[in-house]
């Protein structure tokens, strides 16, 4: 039986994860396929990865969402920091929904985690400005007003003493320089202080592998604004690409 459900594709420098979604409880609506990235992860290379993984779910026929680790805008790749040159400036929607013959869109894989968040997660049912950032390798961001996305916010770029931030704040510099929970919740203090004066925001999430340690650190921080750990956790990307796409994309 044909199912109209959203699709979304996860694209990640080591796995591209996929799944329909069930847009009723933000949730798998079969178990997700993965598939280890390419060596070569060019776009059309990928392209020709996302045939086959959708060739597996021939029953789902809705929208796909696609999560990718770079700046989007209107489809269009502007960045590539861990995947290949080549996607700086493709037109990602257009390939994908050539390859695929299905209406594609794709979403900067921070901002599909935060809209999952807000609508089915941590932040669901909160108004105002919802910043949900994720703790790994760099630092990812979403920046959500009463539930609208402002795209490609790359908060973890932000310049505080002198140094990108996430070169000091983000999970890899803790695990790097072995810093105690207590060191790094000090260059965390200073950097969601940082937001706060620039937003004012009335809700902080926080997600990436780490958060599920929240417990470790997250009461050690000296904030005004209440931080919560994310709640969707490795299901993020899938969902929110699948919920962008489902919405028209951007």
Same mark, same amino acid.
């Given at each position: 039986?044909? !199912?109209?459900?959203?699709?979304?594709?996860?694209?990640? *420098?080591?796995?591209?994860?996929?799944?329909? =979604?069930?847009?009723?409880?933000?949730?798998?609506?079969?178990?997700?396929?993965?598939?280890?990235?390419?060596?070569?992860?060019?776009?059309?290379?990928?392209?020709?990865? #996302?045939?086959?993984?959708?060739?597996? #779910?021939?029953?789902?026929?809705?929208?796909?969402? &696609?999560?990718?680790?770079?700046?989007?805008?209107? /489809? =269009?790749?502007?960045?590539?920091?861990?995947?290949?040159?080549?996607?700086? *400036?493709?037109?990602?929607?257009? +390939?994908?929904?050539?390859?695929?013959?299905?209406?594609?869109?794709?979403?900067?894989?921070?901002?599909?985690?935060?809209?999952?968040? =807000?609508?089915?997660?941590?932040?669901?049912?909160?108004?105002? =400005?919802?910043?949900?950032?994720?703790?790994?390798? *760099?630092?990812?961001?979403? +920046?959500?007003?009463?539930?609208?996305?402002?795209?490609?916010?790359?908060?973890?770029?932000?310049?505080?003493?002198?140094?990108?931030?996430? !070169?000091?704040?983000?999970?890899?510099?803790?695990?790097?320089?072995?810093?105690?929970?207590?060191?790094?919740?000090?260059?965390?203090?200073? $950097?969601?202080?940082?937001?706060?004066?620039? #937003?004012?925001?009335?809700? #902080?999430?926080?997600?990436?592998? &780490?958060?599920?340690?929240?417990?470790?650190?997250?009461? +050690?921080?000296?904030?005004?604004?209440?931080?919560?750990?994310?709640?969707?956790?490795?299901?993020?990307?899938? &969902?929110?690409?699948? +919920? $962008?796409?489902?919405?028209? /994309?951007?």
């Amino acid at each position: 039986m044909s !199912s109209a459900q959203p699709f979304g594709i996860d694209f990640g *420098g080591t796995g591209i994860k996929g799944a329909p =979604v069930d847009l009723d409880t933000g949730d798998f609506a079969a178990e997700r396929e993965r598939i280890r990235t390419p060596e070569r992860s060019t776009p059309e290379a990928i392209a020709e990865i #996302f045939v086959d993984l959708l060739a597996k #779910f021939p029953d789902c026929t809705g929208a796909v969402g &696609v999560t990718v680790p770079g700046v989007v805008r209107h /489809g =269009v790749v502007h960045s590539a920091a861990n995947i290949d040159k080549a996607w700086i *400036g493709t037109d990602a929607d257009a +390939l994908f929904t050539r390859a695929t013959g299905r209406d594609v869109h794709v979403v900067n894989d921070a901002d599909a985690a935060g809209l999952a968040e =807000v609508r089915y997660g941590a932040a669901k049912g909160r108004s105002g =400005v919802v910043i949900v950032t994720t703790l790994g390798t *760099g630092i990812g961001s979403a +920046l959500v007003s009463d539930g609208i996305l402002v795209p490609n916010s790359e908060l973890g770029h932000l310049e505080i003493d002198g140094h990108d931030a996430e !070169s000091r704040a983000a999970n890899s510099a803790r695990t790097r320089e072995d810093l105690s929970w207590e060191h790094w919740a000090k260059r965390l203090t200073k $950097y969601y202080r940082t937001l706060e004066k620039l #937003f004012s925001p009335d809700l #902080f999430v926080v997600g990436g592998g &780490v958060s599920k340690e929240a417990d470790s650190f997250l009461p +050690l921080l000296d904030i005004s604004t209440e931080i919560i750990p994310a709640q969707l956790r490795n299901k993020a990307g899938v &969902v929110g690409a699948a +919920l $962008y796409a489902s919405e028209g /994309g951007g």
